[in-house]
């Protein structure tokens, strides 16, 4: 009968979050046992892992995160603006200091040729 209940219940997984306590409370010990020794050498360890971290992070961000390239042109037919050089308008912003200038957009159509 026992052999039956312990074959019904399902096996415990270790969780991702119990790991990291367990990872927490061990670096936390070696940091203290390093602390006790020498307090430059805590001090020292503490920068060196920062560094090492920040390192390992920025590379891994480096890697992962890159938006891809553009993908070229617009599929043919689409309508696109072309600027003359002529100024619709100015808006100015911030009291003065900026200012917005508008160009005078022509739409064409795109062809074969241009395209």
Known sequence: ?????????PEE????????CVLIVLVGVVTAVV?????????LCVWVVGAVLLWHSARRMSDSS???????????GDV????TGEIARVVRIAE????????VRKEVAETPETG
């Open 80 to 83: 696109s603006a072309v600027e």
């Open 1 to 9: 009968m026992a052999a039956n209940k312990r074959a019904e219940e």
């Open 96 to 103: 003065g200091v900026a200012c917005i200038i508008h160009p």
């Open 35 to 43: 602390f006790a020794v020498s307090a430059t050498a805590g001090v």
């Open 13 to 20: 997984e270790s969780s991702r979050a119990a790991g990291a």
């Open 66 to 76: 890159a938006t891809p390239p553009p993908r070229g042109v617009a599929p043919r």
